[in-house]
C-alpha cells in the first residue's frame, strides 16, 4: 500500500506505538454516581481545549487530554478523499478526523502542549516513574486516568512481577503474558475516567489507525477482544472485576 494516506496512519501508529490503551468496555466499569469522563461523545479537539486549555499547565489529565487530540490531528490533511488505494479503515478514520479535528490540522497545537508536558502521553506520563508497589497503590485508590495510565505501563515493564492473577493463567500457555494482562486491567479503569475508549473515542480512533482496524462503533475492547485468546480476555475481565471490588471497599468507586 504506498498512498499517502496509508503512510500516515502509519507515522500515527509510530508516534502512539508502546503502550497501547485498552479497555474492558468502558460501560463495564462505569458506575452511574460516577463524574462524567474526561472526554464525553461527540466532543472535538475545540470542545477538549475549551474545557482543559487553562488547565493543561497544572492538572496534568487536562494535558494528557490534549495532547493526545493534538496527535490525532497534527498530520489531517482535509484534501485525504482524493488520495489513491483508500482503504476502508483509513476511510473511517478520516471521516472521524473532518469532525474531530474541526478541518484544521493541530501540529502547532501539538508542539505547544508537547513543551508543557516534555512527554507524549503513552511513555509513562510522569516526572518519576513509579515503582511496582506505587503502581499497585495507585491502581487500587486513583481516579486519575494519566496516573493509572503509569500505574499500568510499570506494571507491564517492572523487572519484578506482581502475583495478582497468576492463578487464573497458571496452567496456560498466557503466563508470561501476565503482567500485560494486568496493565490492560487497569487501563480499563483509567477508560472509566478518561472515557477515551469507547466507539470514537481518542484511544480507540488511534489504536483502530494503527491496526487498520477502524469501523463506525468499533470501541477499544471491541479490537482487543479480535487479537487476544478467549482465556485472556477472561484472565482480564477476573482481574478487572477484583480491582474494582477492593477499590469499592476502599470508598474510591461507588
Known amino acids: 500500500m504506498g ?13 502512539c506505538v508502546g503502550v497501547a490503551v485498552v479497555a474492558i468496555g468502558a460501560s463495564t466499569v462505569r458506575a452511574s454516581s460516577s463524574p462524567l469522563p474526561l472526554e464525553r461523545p461527540d466532543d472535538t479537539f475545540e ?21 493526545q487530540a493534538a496527535i490525532l490531528c497534527r498530520e489531517y490533511d482535509p484534501n485525504w478523499k482524493s488520495e489513491p488505494y ?3 479503515s483509513f476511510r473511517v478514520f478520516g471521516t472521524w478526523q473532518d469532525r474531530f479535528c474541526g478541518g484544521v490540522n493541530r501540529g502547532s497545537d501539538y508542539v505547544r502542549y508537547k513543551a508543557l508536558g516534555g512527554t507524549t502521553p503513552w511513555n509513562s506520563p510522569v516526572a518519576k516513574p513509579l515503582t511496582l508497589d506505587e503502581a499497585v497503590e495507585v491502581a487500587l485508590t486513583s481516579d486519575s486516568p494519566t496516573r493509572l495510565e503509569s ?18 493463567v497458571r496452567y496456560t ?16 479503569i483509567a477508560c472509566r475516567y478518561s472515557g477515551a475508549c469507547d466507539a470514537g473515542g481518542m484511544d480507540t480512533m488511534w489504536m483502530c489507525a494503527r491496526d487498520r482496524l477502524c469501523k463506525p462503533s ?13 482465556v485472556e480476555m477472561a484472565a482480564v475481565r477476573s482481574m478487572l472485576q477484583q480491582l474494582m471490588q477492593e477499590r469499592e471497599r476502599r470508598g474510591v468507586d461507588r
Open 218 to 230: 468499533l470501541t477499544v475492547f471491541g479490537m482487543w477482544a479480535m487479537q487476544h485468546s478467549p
Open 151 to 168: 500505574a499500568a505501563y510499570t506494571i507491564e515493564n517492572a523487572p519484578q512481577r506482581w502475583e495478582f492473577g497468576a492463578n487464573l
Open 47 to 67: 470542545t477538549l481545549h475549551a474545557r482543559f486549555d487553562d488547565r493543561a499547565a497544572e492538572d496534568p489529565d487536562a494535558l494528557h487530554m490534549l495532547v
Open 173 to 188: 500457555a498466557t503466563i508470561p503474558n501476565l503482567g500485560q494482562l494486568q496493565g490492560m486491567a487497569v487501563r480499563s
Open 3 to 15: 498512498s499517502r494516506g496509508t503512510g500516515k496512519v502509519r507515522r500515527l501508529a509510530l508516534i
Open 86 to 88: 483508500i482503504t476502508n
